[in-house]
């Protein structure tokens, strides 16, 4: 409770420089209920899933913003989600190689200019 309580704090430091909007209480309230309901799923991921200006402006400055704030608690980057996901990807058989793409069919422009139907 008080790291996501400074977390929230140290965020509202960067508002209105560079976040669009401060996280607000009820924001906060959510994400502790998560945690307390899903203590297996990454602190990271709820918090920036449930807290999202960049959905609001795009700039790269705020999701950069919040990782800062996030690695300075210690944050970012853990989680079991992050842990999971990377274990499928390694066990993932590798991607097929894509299929070729076919000969585009001649148009009558290219009749005129030397090439016939077939």
Same mark, same amino acid.
């Given at each position: 409770?008080?790291?996501?309580?400074?977390i =929230? *704090?140290?965020?509202? @430091?960067?508002? #209105?420089?560079?976040? #669009?909007?401060p996280?607000a209480p009820?924001?906060?309230?959510?994400?502790m209920?998560?945690?307390q309901?899903?203590? @297996?799923?990454s602190?990271?991921d709820?918090? %920036?899933?449930?807290? *999202?200006?960049? /959905?609001i402006?795009?700039?790269? =400055?705020i999701n950069s913003?919040? /990782?800062?704030v996030l690695?300075?608690h210690?944050?970012?980057?853990?989680?079991? %989600?992050?842990? /999971?996901?990377?274990?499928a990807? =390694? @066990?993932? #058989?590798?991607a097929?190689?894509p =299929? #070729?793409?076919?000969?585009p069919n001649? %148009?009558?422009?290219d009749?005129d200019h030397?090439?016939?139907p077939?």
């Amino acid at each position: 409770v008080d790291k996501l309580v400074a977390i =929230a *704090n140290d965020l509202r @430091k960067v508002y #209105p420089d560079i976040l #669009p909007l401060p996280i607000a209480p009820r924001t906060l309230m959510h994400i502790m209920e998560h945690v307390q309901k899903y203590p @297996k799923d990454s602190v990271v991921d709820i918090f %920036t899933k449930t807290y *999202n200006p960049a /959905s609001i402006v795009e700039d790269p =400055a705020i999701n950069s913003a919040i /990782s800062r704030v996030l690695q300075a608690h210690d944050l970012a980057g853990v989680g079991q %989600t992050a842990q /999971s996901e990377a274990e499928a990807a =390694a @066990k993932a #058989p590798p991607a097929a190689a894509p =299929a #070729p793409v076919p000969a585009p069919n001649p %148009t009558p422009w290219d009749w005129d200019h030397g090439a016939e139907p077939e």
